[in-house]
């Protein structure tokens, strides 16, 4: 960062806050209760496999999602595997090419091609007439993502997969809590994933989840998780380990207990966001639908360069030079934008470049509070209120 655009800053080039701010940092838990937690299963002397916590850390999330069965695995890019393997994908899946790379890598992973379809600019997910043109013969699965905790139109992805004889499923990894059309997300598709990685609104250090009502299904992965114990067919016994520990249980419980609270101090801090830059002039807030619920674990915001006169790269400067250190979001760049499959088949994909191109992730979670997030926005409007000024001392080098 060139100490220019320090010295414009809004307080002289000291810096704004005091220590780091990062997007993504984990939120808080009681660590009374999982010291608690995690004494209860050392003293039980049952650390994996199953276990009691893992067992109860399922039940609570498949209540959560409203579905009869929850799956806990190591991590949600290996519950994106199991769930594409038990379904015994072949040739090419359709995914988002805005998403983080973990939806594609998993299909590739298993020798599967992930064929990548445009955006809803609105939803930032799949768009359903995209998808349509997109299947062939050899398409095997739609697998969408619930991008930022905004759910795909699911009723029309499942339409069109439906039409072609396909499965639809979905990466829910940032949507636990949400809902589309009232329905919790968890139950759509054949099955759905989510992910406990430490920067996500339910955290079990590392962790996921593959969540379906279809009962027959989650046997499958059940078994497949635990090297294919207890399958019939000798090609499916070679399964994987994908478990979660009761460590992680313990860590997932725990963040589960003060959920509702995580959620209301993230519709805080995204309300506070909203007001503090309400009046600024190409800012603009990533919609969510306020029918809905959400778990407001991101928030993003758009930044329009010709109305601004900074482009969202030299604002994400500006923040970092004043210890905020905000992200371009998950899915930027996007997955047909990063090897290996830059160098694959060409795609035309405008409305995911567009976007991808505008965004940035700002701080949330319970770990910052509001008056940090007003700082935050100050150093915003003074960037932009800069905005010609900073970008013309940027070009001068
Ligand atoms: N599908 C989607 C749509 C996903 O977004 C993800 C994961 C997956 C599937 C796969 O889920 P998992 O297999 O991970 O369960 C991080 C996470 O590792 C990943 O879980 C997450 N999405 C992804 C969006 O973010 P990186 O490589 O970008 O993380 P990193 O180390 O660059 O950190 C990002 C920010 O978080 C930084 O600002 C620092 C902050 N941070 C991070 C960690 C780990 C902390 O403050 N504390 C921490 O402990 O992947």
Redesign the pocket.
């Given at each position: 960062m060139k100490r220019d655009l320090t010295d414009l800053a809004l307080f002289g080039g000291r810096p704004a806050l005091l220590h780091p701010l990062?997007?993504?940092?984990?939120n808080t838990v009681d660590r009374t209760r999982l010291f608690d937690r995690l004494t209860w299963a050392l003293d039980n002397q049952w650390l994996s496999n199953g276990g009691p916590l893992v067992r109860e850390f399922e039940d609570r999330v498949a209540e959560l999602a409203g579905v009869r069965n929850c799956v806990a695995t190591c991590?949600?890019?290996?519950a994106?595997q199991l769930l594409m393997r038990a379904a015994d994908l072949s040739g090419e899946v359709i995914v988002p090419s805005l998403?983080?790379a973990?939806?594609a890598h998993a299909a590739r992973w298993l020798g599967l091609e992930p064929v990548f379809c445009d955006i809803d600019p609105v939803t930032g997910c799949l768009d359903p007439e995209r998808v349509a043109e997109a299947i062939t013969p050899r398409t095997s699965a739609v697998v969408g993502?619930h991008l930022w905790g905004r759910p795909c139109a699911v009723n029309q992805l499942g339409k069109v997969a439906a039409n072609h004889g396909i499965p639809a499923f979905y990466?829910a990894?940032?949507a636990i809590g949400c809902t589309s059309d009232g329905r919790p997300v968890g139950g759509f598709g054949v099955a759905e994933v989510f992910?406990?990685?430490?920067?996500?609104v339910v955290n079990a250090f590392?962790?996921?989840a593959i969540v379906t009502d279809d009962d027959e299904f989650a046997d499958r992965v059940r078994a497949l998780h635990n090297f294919g114990k207890g399958l019939a067919s000798v090609s499916e016994a070679g399964g994987t380990n994908g478990k979660m520990s009761e460590a992680s249980a313990a860590m997932g419980l725990t963040s589960l207990d003060t959920f509702d609270d995580t959620v209301r101090h993230n519709r805080a801090n995204y309300d506070t966001y909203r007001a503090e830059l309400a009046d600024l002039d190409g800012i603009t807030f990533f919609a969510h639908d306020p029918e809905e619920r959400h778990n407001f674990q991101y928030v993003i915001v758009e930044v329009d360069e010709e109305t601004t006169g900074l482009s969202r790269d030299l604002l994400l400067d500006v923040l970092h030079a004043e210890q905020v250190?905000a992200?371009r979001p998950?899915g930027s760049p996007a997955c047909h934008q990063l090897e290996p499959y830059r160098s694959g088949r060409p795609v035309s994909l405008p409305h995911t470049e567009r976007l991808v191109a505008r965004v940035i992730s700002l701080p949330s979670g319970t770990t910052v509070n509001r008056e940090q997030i007003r700082r935050v926005c100050a150093i915003i409007r003074f960037a932009v209120a800069h905005g010609t000024a900073v970008t013309a001392r940027r070009r001068q080098g």
């Open positions: 990062h997007t993504n940092q984990p991590n949600a890019t290996t994106l998403t983080f973990a939806t993502v990466d990894a940032h992910s406990f990685h430490a920067t996500k590392e962790g996921g250190m992200l998950i």
